[in-house]
């Protein structure tokens, strides 16, 4: 009896530590959020992403067409124009959080060669060669001082929502497997692996920024001329850095073996649909059961989707919408 017991102790701790967040100083409400989302067995909560030039446009547009308030509410902190978008975002996360949606933010950010704002093209879609790769990896260079100074700059607006006890599901320098933002296709230790570890430490144990659930998210692989997505692994931090993987469909390409290849690499952890372009039918939901969450982009809620199959999607007893969702 006693080594049953101790057994099972055994289990329930290791149980415990597998559903905690990777920083040891999650807030309560970052823990609660994390608990939740391991809690879902085969349901998938409802997400729609919105411009950060009209912060609930698509949201709103999303519960026109479907009647219902999607759960996950995302932005973007892509400062294309004259003025910082930072403090908009913020007013808008913590209106959305009083409303009970679950808050998601990303980081189109520009190359840190360059100053804002970023023109989409030249900057955020940028390269960098070689050099200017190894020095903006290496503490204490220029060009990390100048990367530096970009986290900065969005740390002080996390730490808003940390100050308002918002927890985010944080999902910064995404796509990284593709080859069309300045981070994409960095493989190595060196590489885009090094950059995700630098932004963790100055994120959280330079601004202890402990809001934070870390979503590392990918884009599905893809083999089209000039525009390729590469396997997952090649990019991967590590467990110790990463509380969900996720990945972005577009075009319908909900591949069973990408969804086997990401669940695999999660090892346990929580799969996500970081965003999509065309929903996920029904059956593919059927068929690929773990995902935890999906979140439309923009305006494909209504140009890549009809209206029956939002609705579809929306109406399923497994789709969790905002009213259905606790507080954190």
Do not use: C
Request: glycine letters at 6%; charged letters at 25%.
């Amino acid at each position: 009896m006693k080594i049953v017991i101790q057994i099972g102790i055994f289990f329930l701790v290791a149980f415990t530590f597998a559903q905690s967040p990777v920083n040891k100083n999650a807030t309560k409400e970052a823990k609660k959020l994390l608990s939740y989302i391991y809690s879902l067995e085969d349901s998938i909560i409802s997400g729609q992403h919105t411009y950060n030039r009209n912060l609930t446009e698509f949201y709103d547009l999303a519960k026109s067409i479907s009647g219902k308030n999607p759960a996950i509410w995302g932005t973007d902190f892509y400062w294309a124009g004259e003025k910082d978008p930072g403090k908009s975002v913020v007013a808008a996360a913590k209106e959305m959080h009083t409303k009970g949606a679950i808050i998601t933010l990303m980081w189109h950010v520009g190359k840190p060669t360059d100053d804002a704002p970023f023109k989409w093209k030249k900057s955020t879609q940028g390269e960098l060669n070689e050099k200017e790769w190894e020095a903006l990896v290496t503490p204490g260079t220029p060009l990390f001082k100048r990367w530096e100074a970009q986290v900065d700059n969005v740390a002080k607006y996390l730490k808003e929502l940390q100050k308002a006890n918002i927890p985010v599901l944080w999902r910064p320098y995404h796509e990284m497997n593709g080859v069309w933002f300045w981070w994409g296709d960095k493989k190595g230790d060196k590489g885009y692996i090094q950059l995700w570890k630098n932004l963790y430490e100055r994120l959280v144990t330079h601004h202890q920024l402990n809001n934070l659930l870390w979503v590392w998210n990918a884009n599905g692989p893809r083999d089209i001329p000039n525009d390729q997505a590469y396997a997952y692994k090649h990019y991967y931090p590590g467990p110790e850095y990463v509380d969900i993987l996720a990945t972005d469909v577009y075009h319908f390409d909900y591949e069973q073996k990408d969804y086997n290849e990401l669940l695999e690499l999660a090892n346990g952890k929580p799969i996500a649909l970081g965003e999509v372009g065309e929903l996920p039918k029904a059956d593919i939901l059927e068929a690929q059961p773990k995902w935890s969450w999906f979140m439309v982009w923009s305006n494909w809620i209504e140009t890549a989707n009809t209206k029956e199959r939002v609705q579809e999607i929306y109406n399923r007893s497994k789709t969790i919408s905002r009213d259905d969702l606790p507080k954190f």
